[in-house]
């Protein structure tokens, strides 16, 4: 029972360090691999030429490279394609990105792709891929640039050599570039070159300086929240393991009183029993902690590794045996410490009195003093007669059971977000691919409630990375449409504002009254006052809602679509198709679509895989105190049994015990969720979305059934273990 | 007594304990009818397998060797749902350190057995009948601590036999008491016997054995004849 307990806690230690380590290291340890650079300047194309000129200047210069970054180039590759990629024409210098398969790109031709990409579509060194329209080029790479997070969660990059580009383009201009990289002698000198950068940067259009730091900072914020669940949770699983291995150690020294008191008896000092008895539990903790230590990090390492992947960085590998040592460590000492302690106090006492079979310590506490029988009610009692026990039982208890509440509210939460449309405020369910002249024709038709003409264009923002967004526009008011939550500012209100999701807001360090600046794929620049932020997932938040004027002033050739709202009741498949008559391309709106579904599903498997091991947990925790229960009472139920007890009237007694725990842990674990958990994760990603984490009525009763069953499990386990035993052996 | 129609008969009853070297034969082919109305007392020193013996008789433990059967029903490799049954409706135990629940009163320990699947109706009249022969319902709310040995052991008693069993174990039931609460219990053993009830009482105290009708030694794991009584006790 013990070595089954230590092997659970090693396992949710192991997940947690896995996945922590993982997310925590993972930006460093990528951006040395890649050799990422201090500073990343994007600017609105220039000749190389001046651009070297004035980087040449700049004051600690070790090395800078230039690129071109062409965006919204179409890639296709097999069955996959998209719209949205981005080419990386790269010069001589250093690259910033790691090679992870094959070699880097040279005058000889081939790209290089990125990992994410090569993963999300199933290309490996030596297939080929189709950009714009050329024939298809042979992959000779796959890169990893942590300056970003991978495809799908960002729009798909591949790399091509400038001689390889300028052969495939026959261009013999003046090369343009839009992007440099710096890379610092002395990094911390990195204020005083980013003031040199802006005043040497007059005359450059579109800057935008970004550091090492700062990419860091926008990674770190998502794991975070990771990190913080899992540290809790290893502190819930450490203190579970340090409450019950304790009590369990106690139980058995109170056992071993008499053994005790003649080792005393013929000499043995304090510190030999202690030591002994610390001995006898590494026997059972060393193996244990092994075995449970490598499954956990088994277990972690494929939701880890995928999400790491997404974040494009790098799983830890063989650094992470140091962390996993430490776990072992740490899980092994525990109940070392745990048999030790207790051992120790009882060698303290007069050897004649352990001959005697006196108590550890600490006298009886004894609870329940009220009247009434049955065996449900006995068993109630029985657990309830320790109390120092019972509390730390039944917090730990809680503290896990709320755990497993707020990851069941964060599943059922992503699942809203990745399945229902109104979750992120969409309020039509169809996207048809007809001009706004259509809607009469449209309102027309029988189940539809709503048209709408909807454009959508991207644009590249003049701040970051070169990073997309996405600018959507409707005819009148947006909200009708898409009403995603607004969380600071006013709605968009005229043809110079725009409301921003907050992932734009974030990268763009956007405020309410702040100027968004954005130029359209026709080379148009849209700039707007930010009215108000909007919690949108789509596309990661990188939107901005405008109104129809400006976006087709910026863009008049914008591509209309039409957003249908269906009445209620109405046949989804009988409008389809009925617009599809219309000669549309017909789309079911979903929740969050693409990357950010990519993102959720990862989130999801990571969060299922902490939930199961965090319920094994509770099983352990439960069983434990049941048998702990059913050892110290022994003589007790072993009377029941003399009487006629059989093992179903064993088994409600322990379903009284079971339930005097775990009722009031179940009402604590719903107050602790409710009231602080799921406010707590909230607010660490507001960053990301509002997410309302307070569990409902129909996770409650999840809860509820998965604590029944744990329960009955755990009923089930000890009692079978303890009918198996002679009942005589219960009574001496 | 004649025995034709025993309540308890054990043949050839064998176990041993201890592993390897220490291993030791402590029964060694015991045989024992008791008839109904007849008080049995088993005499032997400590370690002599006293208790072991009594927990064959009531299937508490199983038996490496020989058979055992109550009222008729052989207990001897039923089914644990069997021998429930048997313990629950045929036979009562009482043992030396008296074995009540701490977190039960006095009259909640002797109903706890009455309440058990399967006992027979009536357990609450019961216990308060046999509270009130054995003197010990004015303490009925009492918990066990707040009792004194005696008392204890009359609800031990009372629990015993609030299901109505036709056998009654009693193991060193005297063992724990001063000699005027152990003298009650005797003769409240007798009057149950008297009943006729067979009683099983293991002691190693003579002066508790000497009011059994009839008196056997275990040694060497078998039971000898010691004084035998002419007929049931009063």
């Known amino acids: 029972m013990s070595g089954l307990g230590i092997l659970l806690v090693a396992t949710m230690l192991a997940v947690a360090a896995t996945v922590s380590y993982g997310l925590e290291t993972g930006f460093d340890r990528s951006a040395a691999e890649a050799d990422l650079p201090d500073v990343l300047v994007s600017f609105d194309s220039q000749s190389a030429s001046s651009v070297r000129e004035r980087i040449a200047a700049l004051p600690d210069l070790e090395a800078f490279s230039l690129r071109e970054q062409l965006t919204s180039v179409p890639f296709r590759a097999g069955r996959e394609s998209a719209d949205n990629g981005v080419v990386e024409v790269v010069g001589p210098g250093r690259r910033g990105y790691a090679i992870v398969a094959g070699h880097d790109v040279s005058r000889r031709g081939g790209v290089v792709i990125e990992e994410g990409l090569a993963t999300d579509w199933g290309l490996g060194v030596g297939d080929r891929i189709r950009v714009y329209d050329s024939p298809p080029l042979p992959i000779v790479g796959l890169a990893r640039a942590p300056s970003n997070v991978a495809y799908p969660l960002a729009a798909p990059h591949i790399y091509v050599s400038l001689a390889a580009y300028r052969a495939a383009t026959r261009q013999h201009s003046a090369r343009q570039v839009n992007i440099a990289q710096i890379w610092l002698k002395d990094p911390s000198q990195l204020d005083a070159v980013l003031v040199q950068a802006r005043m040497s940067s007059y005359g450059l259009s579109g800057l935008s300086l970004i550091t090492r730091s700062g990419v860091r900072v926008v990674v770190d914020q998502a794991a975070g929240i990771v990190i913080a669940l899992l540290a809790a949770l290893s502190l819930i699983a450490l203190l579970t393991a340090a409450t019950m291995l304790t009590a369990a150690a106690r139980a058995e020294i109170q056992r071993r009183l008499h053994a005790i008191g003649i080792w005393r008896a013929i000499g043995a000092s304090r510190g030999h029993v202690a030591r002994v008895a610390a001995f006898e539990a590494l026997l059972v903790a060393v193996p244990a902690a092994a075995f449970g230590v490598g499954a956990g990090a088994l277990l972690a390492t494929g939701p880890s590794d995928r999400l790491l992947g997404l974040l494009n960085q790098d799983g830890p590998g063989s650094a992470l045996l140091a962390p996993l040592l430490g776990c072992f460590a740490l899980t092994v000492a525990i109940p070392a410490l745990a048999a030790a302690w207790p051992a120790w106090r009882a060698a303290g006492g007069p050897p004649l009195a352990l001959l005697r079979g006196a108590e550890i310590g600490g006298g009886r506490a004894r609870w329940g003093t009220a009247g009434g029988g049955g065996l449900l009610r006995l068993g109630a009692r029985l657990a309830t007669t320790r109390r120092v026990r019972l509390v730390a039982t039944l917090a730990s208890l809680a503290i896990c059971t709320s755990f497993v509440l707020l990851m069941l509210a964060l599943a059922s939460e992503l699942n809203t977000l990745a399945n229902d449309p109104t979750a992120l405020g969409r309020r039509y369910q169809l996207s048809a691919s007809l001009p706004a002249s259509a809607a009469p024709r449209v309102r027309a038709l029988p189940g539809v409630s709503a048209v709408g003409p909807r454009w959508e264009v991207s644009a590249v923002d003049a701040y970051s990375l070169g990073e997309i967004t996405y600018v959507i526009g409707f005819r009148g008011d947006h909200t009708q449409f898409e009403d995603p939550p607004l969380v600071e500012g006013s709605r968009l209100g005229g043809a110079r504002q725009a409301e921003v999701g907050r992932g734009l807001a974030q990268i763009l360090g956007l405020r309410v009254g702040s100027t968004l600046a954005l130029a359209t794929a026709s080379g148009r620049e849209l700039r707007l006052r930010v009215s108000g932020i909007v919690s949108a997932l789509e596309h990661d938040g990188r939107v901005a809602y405008v109104s129809e004027r400006a976006l087709l002033g910026a863009e008049p050739d914008a591509p209309e679509k039409l957003a249908v709202i269906l009445k209620p009741g109405a046949d989804t498949k009988t409008v389809t198709a009925e617009l599809q008559r219309l000669g549309a391309d017909v789309t079911a709106s979903t929740g969050v679509a693409g990357g950010g579904k990519t993102l959720v599903d990862a989130l999801r498997g990571l969060l299922l895989t902490i939930a199961a091991v965090d319920g094994l947990v509770c099983l352990y925790m439960l069983t434990q105190a049941l048998a702990l229960t059913a050892a110290e009472r022994r003589s007790a139920i072993a009377v029941l049994r003399a009487c006629g007890a059989g093992a179903g009237s064993i088994r409600v007694l322990l379903a009284g015990a079971a339930l005097a725990v775990l009722v009031p842990a179940a009402v604590v674990a719903v107050v602790l969720e409710r009231l602080v958990l799921g406010p707590a994760v909230s607010r660490l990603a507001q960053g990301y979305a509002t997410l309302a984490l307070g569990a409902d009525a129909a996770e409650i009763a999840v809860l509820l059934l998965g604590l029944a069953l744990i329960g009955t499990v755990a009923v089930w386990w000890v009692v079978r273990r303890l009918t198996s035993r002679p009942i005589a052996g219960g009574l001496g | ?234």
């Not at chain 2, 021998?83 to 036979?91: F, S, V, Y």
């Not at chain 2, 135990?93 to 701490?102: A, D, K, P, Y």
């Open chain 2, 1 to 234: 007594m004649s025995p034709e129609r025993p309540v308890l008969r054990a043949r050839g009853l064998a176990k041993q304990v201890g592993s390897g070297r220490a291993r030791q034969q402590i029964l060694a082919g015991v045989d024992l009818d008791v008839a109904a109305g007849e008080m049995v007392a088993v005499l032997g020193r400590s370690g002599s397998g006293k208790s072991t013996l009594l927990n064959l008789l009531g299937g508490l433990d199983r038996p490496d060797g020989g058979r055992v059967g109550v009222a008729g029903e052989e207990i001897t490799g039923a089914s644990e749902k069997t021998l429930d049954r048997i313990r629950l409706r045929r036979i009562g135990f009482i043992f030396q350190s008296f074995q009540l629940i701490e977190e039960l009163t006095g009259e909640e320990n002797v109903l706890l057995a009455a309440r058990l699947p399967g006992a027979p109706r009536g357990g609450r009249r019961r216990a308060q009948a046999l509270l009130a022969r054995l003197g010990v319902s004015a303490v009925a709310s009492h918990r066990p601590h707040e009792l004194s040995g005696g008392e204890q052991q009359r609800f031990a008693i009372a629990r015993a036999l609030v299901n109505d069993p036709v056998l009654i174990l009693a193991d060193e039931a005297t063992g724990n008491l001063d000699e005027g609460s152990a003298a009650a219990v005797i003769e409240t053993l007798g009057e149950l016997a008297a009943e006729g009830r067979a009683v099983v009482l293991v002691t190693h105290e003579a002066q508790s054995a000497a009011a059994a009708d009839r008196v056997l030694h275990l040694v060497e794991g078998r039971l000898r004849a010691g004084r035998e009584a002419a007929g049931p006790g009063p």
